[in-house]
C-alpha cells in the first residue's frame, strides 16, 4: 500500500487497555471506527459523542459503549477539560471464559432508542463501577513480573465489570430477553471481519474458516445481529469507508481500502446505502 494511503485510526494493538484521561478533545478529531469495542464512563458534564447520525451527551455516571460499526468521535464542550475511564477490549480477549451470559450483548443489542447510554441509576452503583475501572487501571498500569496472576485478574474484573453493565443494561433498556446461550463464534467471526475487510471476503471463505454450513452461519448472524453474513460484510465495508471518507481521502482511496476492487461497483452500492454518492457524503461531511 502507498504510503500515503495510510489512515488515521483508534489504532490499538493490544487485546485490552484502560486508562483515565482528563484532557480538553478537539471538535475537529475525525470520526472513526475500530475493531475493539469501547467502554467510556464519564465523570463529568464535558463529553459529547457525535455519532453518523445523532449527537449523544454523555452525563456523569453514565456508560458510553460502542462497538466496532459505531462510527463516532467524541469532543468536549465549551474547551472544558473531561475527566473519564476509557477502556478497550477486542471480542475475543474473554473468549476462554465459559458463561451462561452472553457478556457482550450490550455491545450488539440495538433494539432500543440509546442502546449507546447507560446511566446508572445510584450513587453506589456508580461507585462499583468506578472501583472496578480502578482496579482493572491497577492492574494495567501494574508490572507483570512482580503481580502474581496480574493478567488473569485483568480478565476477571473486565467479566465482572461487563456482568455489573449488562444486569444494568438490561434493568434500564427493560430488555426481557433470555441471555444468549454461547455466541463465541459469532465473536471469533466478526473479529476476523474487521480485521480482513479490505480482503477478498465472502460468505463461502466464512463458511470453510469456521467450518460452519452456510445453513449455520445464516443462522447465527439471524439470532445475533439480525442480518445476513453478507449484509454484515457491506454494512462493514461501508462504514469503514465513510471514515476514510471523513479523512478526506479520494473516493478511489476510500473504496481500495474498504475493500473494494471497482470503484463503480463501490460507489453504486454506497448510493444505493446512503441516498448518498461517495462525493456528496464526503462535501456533507467536511470539517
Known sequence: MKKELLKYSAILEDDFSIKYKSDIIS??????????????????????????????VVPPGCFLLLNHMDLHCLRTSENQPCFRYVLFFSPEYL??????ADLQECFIYRGVNTPHLLPLASDEQKKEAAAYLEELLHYQTA???TVY??????????????????????????????????????????????????????????CRRFLLSKTALYHLFHETCRESPGEYIIRYRLE???????????????????????????????KQRTGLTPKQYQKLHRL
Request: glycine content about 4%; charged content about 20%.
Open 95 to 100: 473468549s476462554g471464559f465459559s458463561s451462561d
Open 27 to 56: 471538535s475537529k478529531k475525525p470520526f472513526h471506527i475500530h475493531s475493539q469495542f469501547e467502554i467510556v464512563f464519564s465523570l463529568t458534564d464535558e463529553l459529547i459523542c457525535e455519532l453518523e447520525n445523532q449527537t449523544l
Open 149 to 206: 496472576g496480574c493478567e488473569l485478574s485483568k480478565k476477571l474484573l473486565l467479566a465482572q465489570l461487563l456482568l455489573f453493565i449488562n444486569r444494568r443494561y438490561r434493568e434500564y433498556h427493560g430488555i426481557l430477553l433470555a441471555g444468549s446461550e454461547n455466541h463465541k463464534t459469532f465473536y471469533r467471526i466478526i473479529s476476523y471481519i474487521s480485521s480482513n475487510y479490505a480482503k477478498e471476503l465472502t460468505v463461502d471463505s466464512l
Open 240 to 270: 469503514k469507508s465513510k471514515e476514510f471518507l471523513h479523512q478526506n481521502h479520494t473516493v478511489e482511496e476510500a473504496a481500495f481500502l474498504s475493500g473494494y476492487s471497482n470503484q463503480a461497483h463501490f460507489s453504486r452500492i454506497f
Open 143 to 145: 508490572d507483570p513480573g
